[in-house]
C-alpha cells in the first residue's frame, strides 16, 4: 500500500524567508512520482513540483524546490523568499508504478505574515 | 480547450435524486482521474481511465458511483440516488500520461439536501 503523511496541520511563516514542508511517503514500488500541489482559497488545485525516484537531482521550480531525501522516504517542499500570495494549503503526493492511483497527503496550510 | 473543465461547478440536489457532474480533460490527455475532496482534507481517489477504458474503480465507494469515458476524451461521473455524505467536492483531473503531473479542474461543489 502506498501512503503520504504530512505532519503540520499548519504553519507560519514571515514575508520573504524560506519555509520547508514536511512530507514522508510509504511504497513498496522501486518507481514512483512525488509532486506538490497548492490550493489558495479559491479552491483550486495548482500543480508545483515533481520529483521522480530515479531523479539524482533535487527538483526546482523557481522559488520551490523538493528536497528529496530517498533514504528517508521524505520529499518536503521548500519555499524560498515566501510572499503573501503564498498562503495556501500545501498537499504532497504520490504515485507509483504498479498503481493508476494519484495518493494525497492531508495537507499543510501555510500562512505568510506581512 | 486551456485547462480541465468541469461542469456544473455548484450543484444542489434532493436526497435520492440522481446526478450527472462532467468532466472535459485538456485535449490530448490520455488518462482521467475523478477524485472526491471533504473539506480540510486532501482528495481521495474514485476511478481513473486511460483513454475510454476505465483502469482503475477501486475508489468507487459504492455501486450507486459510476463513471464512464466513451469517446476517451469527456468523461461523466453519475451518483444514483444521492445521499447526505455524498456532498463533497468532485475534482477532475487529466494528464498527457500515466506518470506525468495531474492538472485538475476546478471542481464540482455537490451539495445533498
Known amino acids: 500500500a502506498q501512503k503520504i503523511t504530512q505532519t503540520q496541520p499548519g504553519m507560519f511563516v514571515q514575508e520573504k524567508e524560506a519555509v520547508t514542508l514536511d512530507c514522508t511517503y510509504d511504497?513498496?514500488?522501486?518507481?514512483?512520482?512525488l509532486f506538490w500541489y497548492k490550493q489558495p482559497s479559491s479552491g483550486e488545485m495548482i500543480f508545483l513540483i515533481y520529483q521522480g525516484s530515479y531523479d539524482e537531482q533535487n527538483a526546482t521550480e523557481g522559488r520551490y524546490s523538493l528536497n528529496f531525501q530517498k533514504a528517508r522516504k521524505s520529499a518536503n517542499l521548500v519555499i524560498s523568499a515566501s510572499q503573501l500570495g503564498d498562503s495556501a494549503m500545501y498537499f504532497c503526493a504520490m504515485k507509483g508504478d504498479s498503481s493508476y492511483k494519484l495518493i494525497f497527503g492531508s495537507g499543510t496550510r501555510l500562512l505568510v505574515r506581512p | 480547450g486551456a485547462g480541465v473543465s468541469q461542469s456544473p461547478r455548484y450543484k444542489v440536489t434532493k436526497r435520492g435524486q440522481d446526478v450527472a457532474l462532467r468532466c472535459d480533460p485538456i485535449s490530448g490527455h490520455v488518462s482521467l482521474y475523478w477524485y472526491r475532496q471533504a473539506l480540510g482534507q486532501g482528495p481521495e481517489f474514485l476511478t481513473y481511465f486511460n483513454y475510454e477504458a476505465q483502469q482503475d474503480k477501486s475508489g468507487l465507494p459504492n455501486d450507486r458511483f459510476s463513471a464512464e469515458r466513451p469517446e476517451g476524451s469527456i468523461s461523466t461521473l453519475t451518483i444514483q440516488r444521492t445521499e447526505q455524505r455524498d456532498s463533497a467536492m468532485y475534482r477532475c483531473?487529466?494528464?498527457?500520461?500515466?506518470?506525468?503531473?495531474?492538472?485538475f479542474g476546478q471542481g464540482t461543489r455537490l451539495t445533498v439536501v
Open positions: 483531473a487529466s494528464s498527457f500520461g500515466r506518470n506525468t503531473e495531474a492538472f
Open positions: 511504497t513498496s514500488d522501486q518507481s514512483y512520482g
